[in-house]
């Protein structure tokens, strides 16, 4: 049996792609390990989407470089593979910095993966694919099995849409993922029900861009919306929670908002990235929303589904950025109440048009902003946190908590809730008394007794 390491960086997308790889490479005798120590074959899933992210790619390449000539000499070889967005960007680049590399493969060519580390333990050359195929990986890469080992707890990804159309002014995923592209209907139904067999109760579908699903109808012409296939996945038995992330705000259609409306599965936590609260930024990031589009699909998406909490991804320190337009961003920020936020400093990406745009902010300044918009973050967030205590709300218990006894699960608005409980409630929904808020997470007890029948989410 030989044994792979996959590290995954950046978004969940990757984190599906890694299981996807693993279960790709089983077939030809691969099994999954902890700990690259252990492992023959290293593959790095790799994040550009700030340079922070791609520069820790390097920064392990060279202790993998260090272990590969320790291993060589030892007669244990070692196979190095750099796959995801930095492999998409920087191909051969990566072979130039970072010798040590055998293969480097990018995100829509995972289906040739076994291929290509077969070549390596081969010859020992080094293997590039980077092209964009005409036919999707999903249709090579082999199907998700109850038996798989990378189904791993009650919750799990499941990718039904890749790639950005959008190009916003700032960002590399256009490049690194290629064009928008849906997997069918049939496709996305027969995996969910495999995650339902192996006992999944939530599954969050992944996409760039995903509410501009349109994925070929099951039988006859024409595509179906996300709005569609969710209340479609909601009819599968066992799958009880739905969600999907991340959304283009311009193309939230009727459909997923009637969705929002009708289907109590689909879970009342929408991540809708905004980015600013500045129209002139907006405009010169390229995003097709301004403040007031934003505002009003909010207002939208709250009248079909009133309890629904807003996350959100904010960008300080755009080229351009002035104080007003910052404040701009924390005025929408007090306004909205989101319930959680990620925001970053704007980091100028090759190739991308706003790299090259004049009135880049300094470094110093990004960082003051940002904290300065991580307050207002915070104090929503623990806003948000303390409004639910008092609440009984549906919990699904997803783990072992740090002290003995201790579960963690999520509320239906993505909180991590700590309980004291026993192991045997992992994997179910149950009633959580919610205690107390705090700026991270939960506490609570669970409402009824420890007997209770699983309730619907
Ligand atoms: N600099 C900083 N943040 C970025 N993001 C995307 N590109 C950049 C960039 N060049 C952020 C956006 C996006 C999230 C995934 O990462 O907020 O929504
Ligand atoms: Fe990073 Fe974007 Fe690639 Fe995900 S798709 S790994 S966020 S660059």
């Known amino acids: ?127 590039l694919d980077i092209d964009f195929p005409v036919e999707s990986k999903f249709d090579h890469l082999p199907a998700v099995d109850a038996a798989s080992a990378t189904i791993d707890g009650t919750s799990a990804f499941l990718t039904v849409q890749e790639g950005c159309d959008k190009f916003c002014s700032f960002c590399v995923v256009p490049y690194t993922r290629g064009a928008e592209t849906s997997r069918p209907v049939t496709q996305v139904l027969a995996e969910a029900r495999v995650l339902a067999l192996a006992g999944v109760r939530e599954i969050t579908l992944l996409g760039q861009n995903v509410n501009n699903y349109h994925g070929a109808a099951p039988s006859g012409p024409g595509d179906w919306s996300l709005g ?86 904010f960008i300080v320190g755009f080229p351009g950025e002035t104080e007003g337009d910052f404040a701009a961003t924390v005025d929408l920020v007090e306004r909205i109440g989101f319930a959680q936020a990620y925001s970053f400093k704007y980091s100028p990406r090759p190739g991308t048009p706003a790299a090259s745009l004049g009135g880049q902010i300094s470094e110093t300044e990004k960082s003051e902003r940002l904290a300065r918009l991580q307050v207002a973050v915070d104090h929503h967030r623990l806003l948000f946190n303390q409004a639910t205590a008092g609440r009984t709300m549906p919990v699904l218990f997803e783990r072992h908590g740090r002290r003995a006894g201790q579960l963690i699960g999520r509320s239906p608005y993505m909180q991590p809730v700590h309980v004291d409980a026993s192991d045997r409630h992992i994997g179910r929904i149950l009633p959580v008394a919610v205690v107390a808020g705090y700026a991270n997470s939960l506490e609570g007890r669970i409402a009824m007794s420890s007997e209770a029948v699983p309730v619907p989410a």
């Open 228 to 313: 569609r296939l969710i209340a479609t996945l909601a009819e599968i038995d066992g799958i009880d929670r739905i969600r999907y992330t991340t959304s283009y705000p311009a193309d939230v259609d009727d459909d997923l908002i009637a969705a929002h409306r009708d289907v109590p599965k689909l879970m009342p936590y929408l991540h809708l990235p905004v980015q600013s609260g500045s129209d002139s930024i907006l405009a010169a990031m390229g995003r097709r929303h301004d403040r007031a589009a934003y505002f009003r699909l909010v207002d939208r998406l709250k009248a079909a589904r009133p309890d629904l909490a807003l996350a959100s991804d």
């Open 1 to 127: 049996m030989k044994t792979v390491h996959i590290l995954t960086y950046g978004c969940q997308m990757n984190v599906y792609d890694s299981a996807r790889m693993a279960d790709a490479l089983k077939p030809f005798g691969f099994s999954v390990v902890d700990a690259a120590a252990d492992a023959d074959l290293v593959v790095l899933n790799t994040c550009h989407i700030r340079d922070k992210a791609a520069e820790k790619v390097y920064s392990e390449l060279g202790r993998l470089a260090e272990a590969k000539a320790e291993r060589a000499i030892r007669g244990r070889p070692l196979l190095i593979a750099v796959a995801g967005c930095v492999a998409q960007a920087e191909g051969e680049e990566i072979r130039a910095r970072a010798p040590s590399v055998d293969i480097v493969i990018g995100p829509q060519a995972y289906h040739r993966l076994p291929g290509l580390v077969a070549e390596a333990e081969r010859a020992g050359g080094f293997g």
